[in-house]
């Protein structure tokens, strides 16, 4: 197996070795639950290490496509997607759940202030180093070297990804109702994210634009559907994730049926060179 072979199994090695066991002592020796942000911390940069360790000493291949750019200036407007997305996809998600019934809004009530989106949004950035952790091992390592073309890499890097997952379920992070239907929506779900935030890096050719929409992710969706429609409107996460899925889904969809992800198979240094160079 020569070096290039070699990176994606050692990445995935390191990636699920240093986070499965960071979870591991921190739950079963020092008692401490996945729910404590700190304790986050080294599951969030596993994948970052793991793609760092590869990429300096198995393929040696170093980072010149690691888009690390930020791209501020050409990337405007995907930053902007980045940061305003998940607020739209928490209105898309609450006004669906409206519309069956399965909340019942009172408003002006129920509507967090404005200090409270703004400081989410904010947040949001400042945290972006924090899941940059995260991003640049998917996106910016795994994500190009799977898979026959930029869609199907695009599919297993969320299947691996939500696998990834799955420690938390299990370890005080989360309370699912219905484990087994929980897990299968966290899968799905972190699947079409992955079309998205594919769809993101491309589109910015910036590791940093997906890093803010993940960050997004967990600051604004995660904590308002917590309190918006869990606490405030009685909704069971399984029912609030479900419904996540259909504007989650409705994007993905676009991305893939519209070609956006490009086409396949190419082969991975010419694809992410070309692209690094537009």
């Not at 909340?103 to 703004?118: I, S």
Request: glycine share 10%; charged share 15%.
């Amino acid at each position: 197996m020569n070096r290039e072979n070699t990176g994606v199994p050692v990445f995935l090695l390191l990636a699920f070795g240093i986070s499965w066991a960071s979870i591991l002592f921190a739950y079963s020796v020092l008692g401490i639950p996945l729910d404590n942000p700190l304790v986050q911390l080294p599951m969030g940069f596993a994948p970052a290490i793991a793609a760092i360790v590869v990429r300096r000493k198995v393929t040696k291949e170093g980072f010149r496509d690691a888009r690390l750019a930020p791209r501020l200036a050409e990337a405007w407007s995907s930053y902007l997607l980045a940061w305003l997305g998940p607020p739209l996809v928490l209105a898309a998600t609450a006004a669906l759940a409206a519309a069956l019934g399965l909340y019942r809004p009172e408003l002006p009530a129920d509507l967090p202030e404005p200090a409270v989106w703004l400081g989410l949004l904010a947040l949001s950035v400042v945290l972006v180093p924090v899941f940059w952790g995260e991003e640049f091992g998917w996106r910016g390592y795994l994500q190009d070297r799977l898979g026959r073309g930029p869609v199907s890499a695009a599919l297993l890097t969320g299947l691996i990804w939500g696998v990834w997952h799955y420690p938390l379920a299990f370890t005080g992070y989360t309370d699912f109702d219905d484990l087994p239907l929980g897990m299968a929506i966290w899968t799905v779900s972190c699947v079409f994210q992955a079309v998205i935030l594919a769809w993101l890096l491309r589109r910015s050719k910036s590791i940093w634009v997906p890093s803010l929409a993940h960050a997004g992710n967990n600051m604004v969706i995660g904590v308002l559907s917590e309190s918006v429609l869990m606490e405030s409107g009685g909704m069971s996460a399984t029912a609030v994730n479900a419904l996540g899925l259909v504007p989650l889904g409705a994007v993905a969809a676009w991305v893939l049926l519209t070609g956006r992800l490009g086409e396949g198979p190419a082969p991975l240094r010419e694809r992410v060179a070309a692209e690094a160079g537009r």
